[in-house]
């Protein structure tokens, strides 16, 4: 049998946690599945500072942004440590942690493409009149043919 290769866009919210909850409950005893936990970030800019008090304010909170970045990524791990906690192997998780490249829909439905996902779960909040408002849903079930989207509510 083929391996079910799925993507899980993930961005710590309360949500991302039920749609992680429904891969461990549907997928953990599955051995050909291969999860990946997608999450992008804004990257802080490179910049030379001269030293004045002005530059030195910007410069620290620069620092304090990378390192939130940083943050970002170590709880992605923790993620990817729960799913290898939950049952899954080491060989079937693993994680894409990228700077953000405008849409995150066009992100996703490039990737599924690229990459050959067969599964993607998305997480939605909201009602069903929301769903149907230009989102990031909206555009990835649209766009994307041949590959099975389940949608967490």
């Known amino acids: 049998m083929d391996e079910n290769k799925i993507l899980v866009p993930y961005n710590f919210t309360d949500m991302d946690k039920k749609a992680l909850d429904f891969v461990v409950q549907t ?3 599955d051995k050909n599945v291969h999860i990946t936990l997608f999450h992008t ?3 802080v800019p490179e910049m030379i ?5 002005v530059m030195e304010k910007m410069s620290n909170s620069l620092h304090y942004l990378r390192q939130q970045v940083i943050e970002q990524e170590n709880r992605l791990v ?3 440590l729960h799913l290898l906690d939950s049952g899954f192997q080491k060989n079937q998780v693993d994680y894409l942690f990228l700077p953000k490249k ?3 829909a066009r992100g996703i439905i490039v990737l599924a493409k690229d990459q ?13 009149t929301g769903f149907f408002k230009a989102s990031v849903f909206n555009k ?3 766009s994307l043919k ?5 949608i967490i509510t």
């Open 49 to 53: 500072l001269s030293k004045n008090s």
């Open 116 to 128: 050959g996902y067969n599964t993607i779960v998305l997480n939605r909040i909201g009602n069903v």
């Open 146 to 150: 041949h590959i099975n989207i389940t």
């Open 78 to 80: 923790q993620v990817q």
């Open 140 to 142: 990835v079930v649209t």
């Open 102 to 104: 405008g849409d995150l």
């Open 27 to 29: 997928y953990a005893e």
């Open 41 to 43: 970030y804004a990257p």
